[in-house]
Nanobody, 131 residues
Framework: QEHLVESGGGSVQAGGSLTLSCVGSGYTSSHYCMGWFRQAPGKEREGVAGIDTAGSTTYADSVKGRFTISQDSAKNTLYLQMNNLKPEDTGMYYC?????????????????????????RGPGTQVTVSS
């Protein structure tokens, strides 16, 4: 049974930084692309950053230059370094996975996540940015 658990969320002022972590278990990491998504109250899910097994990364335009996704395969852990946070970054952040074939044929996890449900995801961690 796949299991993802996020941590590292919190409340910060605009301009601050946070690092989110996501520890996974119960699956073979080399079979999945991984990504971070967020959802604010009353808004649709938004793909934030994705990474595939080759280490290629993709970002939403709204976070490019501010957020960095990385992973430690040995620890089965996914990270999201968030700098220069803005109030519009507020939301529930969760990590998720998409099978490698769908990921590569679908243009990456952010593209796939915009069209269908993710294969599995964690419960999320709240990020609140005040102005």
């Amino acid at each position: 049974q796949e299991h993802l658990v996020e941590s590292g969320g919190g409340s910060v002022q605009a301009g601050g930084s946070l690092t989110l972590s996501c520890v996974g278990s119960g699956y073979t990491s080399s079979h999945y692309c991984m990504g971070w998504f967020r959802q604010a109250p009353g808004k649709e899910r938004e793909g934030v950053a994705g990474i595939d097994t080759a280490g290629s990364t993709t970002y939403a335009d709204s976070v490019k230059g501010r957020f960095t996704i990385s992973q430690d395969s040995a620890k089965n852990t996914l990270y999201l370094q968030m700098n220069n946070l803005k109030p519009e970054d507020t939301g529930m952040y969760y990590c998720a996975a998409v099978g490698l074939y769908d990921c590569w044929s679908g243009g990456g996890i952010l593209q796939v996540g915009a069209r269908r449900d993710l294969d599995f995801r964690g419960p999320g961690t709240q990020v609140t940015v005040s102005s």
